[in-house]
């Protein structure tokens, strides 16, 4: 009887408040590390480098290139020019400082090129190449 | 019973309701958990974009320029007369090479874009800081 007494009294003051302390933890590291932004961007698959530590740590926009030779922005399609012309306003208004490309590792030269000559004329000086580090050598 | 006090239900220190705290604590955890996002990390290659041509902008220093282009149905680096096949050793090439005036990557119509990153990778290890873009081949516009 008092070893009954004595598993409910047990019961009765579960303390929880360790259980609480670690699920905040980890509901809180969740709030920092999820990227919903990204969520937004088309799969594509990077080249696989590591990148270069000093590239662009300022805001920039993000322009999708399929392996098809397709352009995405916030994963819209749209046209050469159209992209452009979003850059150079988004530049313009301090929005972004220059354009990131993430390139399909298959896509050919030729899209790159003409994505590239379209931002120059536009007036855009600057641009990175997005890479994957997953598999890079 | 004027000035007793009345008896509470829930006294703050013992039986504190938290099943409903622990509810939405709970939901808040499987949103996050089935939301994040657990893609590998991206890295970026940044270059300065030049047009080729009566355009582009003059320069008092000698340019250097890498050269990616399909001959014989493989990708090679071309650096002034040098044909190299692999990134090892376009790197060691570069790695020669004066840095401060920087280096200019062209890359061809035919090449891949994996190609081109790999050339631009080789001059940031290499160390070179400035280094831009150049749309090369095919026709403009």
Redesign the interface.
């Known amino acids: 009887m008092r070893r009954a007494r004595f598993q409910r009294a047990r019961v009765q003051g579960f303390d ?1 408040t360790p259980m ?1 302390d670690v ?2 933890q ?2 809180i590291f ?2 920092f ?4 932004g ?2 937004v961007r088309s799969e594509i698959d ?7 530590d ?3 740590a300022v805001e920039a926009l993000v322009l999708d ?1 399929t392996a098809e030779g397709g352009l995405l922005l916030e994963g819209v399609p749209v046209g050469i020019g159209q992209a452009a012309d979003v850059a150079r306003a988004r530049i313009a208004v301090g929005e972004a400082s ?1 354009v ?1 490309l993430r ?12 994505v ?2 379209s ?3 536009a007036g ?14 | 019973m004027i000035g007793k006090p009345r008896s509470r239900r829930w006294s703050l220190g013992s039986a504190l309701p938290m099943t409903p705290m622990i509810d939405v604590v709970f939901l808040l955890l499987i949103f996050f958990l089935v939301t994040s996002q657990q893609g590998a990390p991206e890295g970026k290659l940044a270059a300065g974009l030049e047009l080729e041509g009566p355009e582009a902008a003059p320069s008092e220093l000698q340019p250097q320029f890498v050269d990616v282009k399909l001959v014989d149905g493989s990708e090679v680096f071309i650096v002034g007369e040098r044909r190299l096949m692999s990134e090892r050793a376009l790197r060691a090439v570069l790695g020669a090479l004066p840095k401060e005036p920087g280096i200019s990557i062209r890359g061809d119509d035919k090449v891949s874009v994996d190609a081109i990153a790999r050339a631009m990778q080789a001059a940031a290890d290499a160390g070179f800081v400035r280094r831009s873009y150049i749309a090369g081949g095919g026709p403009r516009g």
């Open positions: 929880l609480i699920v905040l980890i509901i969740f709030m590390t999820s990227r919903f990204e969520l990077l080249p696989r480098q590591m990148g270069d000093s590239a662009m290139v220059g990131r390139c399909d590792r298959a896509a050919t030269g030729a899209t790159l090129n003409r590239a000559r931002l120059a004329s855009v000086d600057r641009v990175s190449i997005s890479t994957s580090q997953e598999g890079a050598p």
